[in-house]
């Protein structure tokens, strides 16, 4: 995988300018799609760039998601008792990308962190 190449992808999904703020974060999710490879897979494929960059932006918006629990209305601000949207289509993309590259990688080490009260979509 090509470290530059999961920077400016990661900056793609994110909208973000600088990615060295977020680069532990993708470091990890590099480490961590390293850890769902198949041994008989190419680690050199760029499926798997786009891969470790959705793992870097659904961590991020679920760490975004998880400390702007505040709504700001009209009126003021209140508590957010929705689900955030971002972080919605962050899981969604992520989900995608593991199902694009399920001949490389064994996904059952990816764990959702989010549990719902009904089926998987």
Do not use: W
């Amino acid at each position: 995988m090509n470290i530059e190449s999961v920077k400016s992808l990661f900056m793609l999904f994110s909208g973000e300018d600088d990615a060295d703020r977020y680069a532990p974060l993708i470091r990890l999710a590099v480490k961590e799609t390293e850890s769902m490879l198949l041994p008989e897979a190419d680690s050199a494929d760029i499926r798997l760039d786009f891969l470790s960059a959705a793992i870097a932006f659904y961590r991020m918006r679920r760490i975004l998601a998880a400390r702007d629990r505040e709504k700001y209305t009209y009126a003021g601000k209140m508590p957010s008792a929705g689900q955030d949207s971002s972080a919605v289509y962050a899981e969604r993309l992520l989900r995608d990308y593991i199902s694009l590259c399920s001949d490389l990688i064994s996904s059952d080490t990816f764990v959702f962190m989010s549990f719902s009260g009904g089926k998987e979509k």
